[in-house]
């Protein structure tokens, strides 16, 4: 179990309220209501189809919901509603509050891009103006995210799979976030890169005191990474708690079925 | 109230939605205290709920009645109604659990598996590490064994340093789920030590042995969990 | 002269208005890509559509035209367009930097330094300078609107990291009036310099990509750097083999099949003039006097 730092903490940094997607008749998720806690790793599982990447756009701002909203507490302590940011403030946040790791690393780096200046992006976004020292820092999150600093000028289109999947990770850890969602994360890994990847994912999470929204079908990663679950189906919220407590004794027969359904390790 | 623990009447039921919804009740009527200092063992047979009680003051298995009220950083909090986040914060600070089996992280070595606890509440990496390796030591774990994950380990190995990793921090409460089970006679007269030396910090316990020996050695009370079995 | 067939200047007076429209907004916007309906020109892409249909926008009868390319009044492409506007506006052309009121470039900016009054026309080929790190036209207005612009440094830094220093010898990217970063069309960075706080107004047209921007006289440009790589100017450290001069951009000629090789100014009327004042080159025995123009 990691870290949480921040866990006295009482002031919510995230806090859905009943939200909603429907696209025309379907309603790909429907009233969903949680907060999340600075330094808490929230997991949604659930099979496909089941809204959970659906929730994960609404909760980061990047789909408009149907219904309800979701606000987040900005670095002056102030909480704000998503919906009434401009889209300055929220690309801002965006590029520096919030990091956000894809399923697919093509998708989260500019493949031909060098990996020093995709990691350090962020930074020249923020006004970083110096040459040396956005290079220092960017080779300091290579060798944290365990890439050799002798491959910082390769672009990641050389890269192997967990390679680029760690180098998108530090590309959106460098300015601190203090929230990071992420999709999948481990899809389409092989199952030693995947181990490697969680471990590294669980210190970062702890060491920085993240909070984080895990979507993943592997209830392992949710065991791995998360403090606390929400289970979906059909859209709705089913069940939520306690990582553990949500996988050693499930309540709803949805739930149990998926517990029942992993293989013994 | 002093306790560090205390149950009223608390219980559990298991529906199995898989099997056509039967009831599977666990215990009810659950109520017990343990105090700062004491080592409360809980007996009964195979099947009786052991288990189950102890995962319910961990809030691992949730409880549908009842109340399991937990001192913690000086007041009372009903685990069986508890935010996650409460659960959460009694675990880092106040619970800690030493199962049967070890659930570590692949690829972490043994010294930082046994270290983590420590770290977590704010140690130096360096002092946890020491603690951590007098503690292996003691628990006769080889020094070059200490760098390497323990899921290569035998099953004794395994179980001492997850006995190592449960003893290693200061929380007020611990719990023990069978500590002794695969360790040989040298071993279990480390355990008992160790049982001994947290009765001394103030340390209330509520252990599960099968060990009549061990049991003896370590039990200020016992508390017969088959009154509490709810089996049909 | 005037081909009785053509509007003043070739374009209609419809066009010419939509254009100014555009060239307006683009002078009120500084920096800032106004699009345009461009017109199908009697030339090539790429060969200054852009450029000549903003020249046609702002000539007036009175104008004195002067059109280079790459520095030189004296190419195909030079003379080509003064000889079109000379046909169809009937307007006096010149060489002469001073003398012109109106002058179309294509990848330069004249050594001479311009005055108030005169309109410096830029033909631009590509007008967006964050076209290449990002492909997606609604991401990069998006990006100029919002003023996100860490993306252009991401291109010098990769100069930097591949070659050592900024590398980007031309189509150096500015930051204009503290707002938008423009690309200043491929001229050389030696050029950027006289951008900023040029009395002479700066029109830029491209006309494949339908865009017009333009620099206000008086307008701050800067060059985007790095604290420890600063923007610096480049030319070949050699003077001028024809006039001498030490502080002109320079053309590389080579002069046989040996490797012999002369730098002269790319700017062919400051290289004259100075000749006609007497500044001398190590090649400059026989006077470069056989041009042919109008």
Redesign the interface.
Known sequence: MSELSSLDNDQPLLVAEGLAKNYGRLAACRDVSFALYPGEVLAIVGESGSGKSTLLQLLSAQLAPSAGHVAYRMRDGVLRDLAELGEAERRFLFRTDWGFVHQDPAQGLRMGVSAGANVGERLMAVGWNHYGRIRDTASTWLERVEIDVGRIDDAPKTYSGGMRQRLQIARNLVTEPRLVFMDEPTGGLDVSVQARLLDLMRNLVSELGLAAIVVTHDLAVARLLSHRVMVMKGGRVIETGLTDQVLDDPREPYTQLLVSSILPP | MTAMIELANAEKTFTMHLQGGVELPVVRGVSFHADPGECVVLSGPSGAGKSSILKMIFGNYRCDSGRIGIRHHGKVVDLATAEPRQVLSIRRSTIGYVSQFLRAVPRVATIDVVAEPLIVNGVAREEARERAGGLLRRLNIPERLWTLPPSTFSGGEQQRVNIARGFISDLPILLLDEPTASLDAANRAVVVELIAEKKTKGVAMVAIVHDDEIRHLIADRIVDVTSFAAAA | MNAPTYNFAYLDEQTKRMIRRAILKAIAIPGYQVPFASREMPMPYGWGTGGVQVTAAILGPDDVLKVIDQGSDDTTNAISIRKFFGKTAGVATTTSTTDATVIQTRHRIPEASLHAGQVLVYQVPIPEPLRF?EPRETETR?MHA?A????M??KL??D???FGHIATAYAYPVKVNARYVMDPSPTPKFDNPKMDNCAALQLFGAGREKRIYAIPPYTTVVSLD????PFTRYRFNAPCALCGADDSYLDEIVTDDKGGRMFVCSDTDFCEQRQAAGHHGTESAAPHKEKAHV
């Open positions: 790190l998006r919002l996100e612009y860490g993306l440094h991401v830094y990769e930097i990291a591949r790095f604290e420890d790589h």
